[in-house]
């Protein structure tokens, strides 16, 4: 199984807190996404990074952003929790190097806004 | 823009029938991925085709990449309660090396 983890894995939380989401893998992927999906739906990408220093959007509009100090590490913030945000925020990584390597996905951070 | 559609998005099936799901693209594919969501669970990498007629076997899962790089499909063969989930196709977007995916297909196993 692949090692990357995403904490919380449930938040439940008031409108208009900030939130941040954390992922982080160990296998010095390169690569790193974060997707969200409604339950029973398709993913949305959202954010992308390339690397270090690297932070992309995704196809999906999103008030959320990212940052990538580490390798290892991509966290997502909301500045502002709303309803509208609540869903399921996916965060995946994979090695660079070839075309479009597989993606492992960490166990997701179920996300509910009050 | 590219877009991957998948069909169909549910399929209810009673243990032991096969079952089938369809995946197209309005583009020609370098690749094309599968992957299980179970309930509850997080996307999990199955195979990747990569030649063009290319068919690959995972005990009783086939997986079928068109002549044309456009299509391709999944078989489940004798489905088993285990292979309940969603199961999604996902191509390449061309471009910044992300991934399109399907909107899944759905499927219930009844015992």
């Known amino acids: 199984e692949a090692d990357i983890y995403q904490t919380p894995r449930y938040l439940v939380i008031g409108t208009g807190k900030k939130i941040t989401l954390e992922c982080s893998q160990t296998m010095g992927h390169d690569k790193m996404y974060w997707y969200q999906q409604d339950p029973g739906m398709e993913l949305h990408l959202i954010h992308y990074s390339y690397g270090v220093n690297s932070t992309e959007k995704g196809d999906l509009s999103s008030e959320s952003t990212v940052s990538r100090i580490r390798t290892e590490h991509f966290p997502l913030t909301l500045e502002s929790a709303r309803p509208s945000h609540t869903s399921q925020y996916l965060c995946?990584?994979?090695?660079?190097?070839?075309?479009?390597?597989?993606?492992?996905f960490g166990d997701g951070t179920r996300l509910s806004i009050l | 823009g590219q877009q991957v559609m998948q069909i169909p998005q549910y399929q209810h099936v009673q243990e032991g029938e096969d079952f089938t799901t369809y995946c197209n693209s309005s583009?020609?594919?370098?690749?094309i991925q599968w992957y299980k969501q179970r309930p509850g669970g997080h996307p999990v990498f199955l195979i990747q085709?990569?030649?063009?007629?290319e068919v690959k076997k995972q005990k009783r899962l086939t997986f079928q990449f068109g002549e044309a790089k456009k299509n391709s499909s999944l078989h489940i063969t004798a489905t088993q309660t285990t292979d309940v989930g969603t199961y999604f196709c996902?191509?390449?977007?061309?471009?910044?090396?992300?991934?399109?995916f399907g909107k899944g297909t759905k499927l219930s196993v009844k015992p």
């Open positions: 996902a191509g390449p977007d061309g471009s910044q090396g992300n991934l399109i």
């Open positions: 583009t020609t594919l370098s690749n």
């Open positions: 085709l990569v030649k063009s007629g």
């Open positions: 995946a990584s994979s090695a660079q190097t070839g075309s479009n390597q597989p993606q492992h």
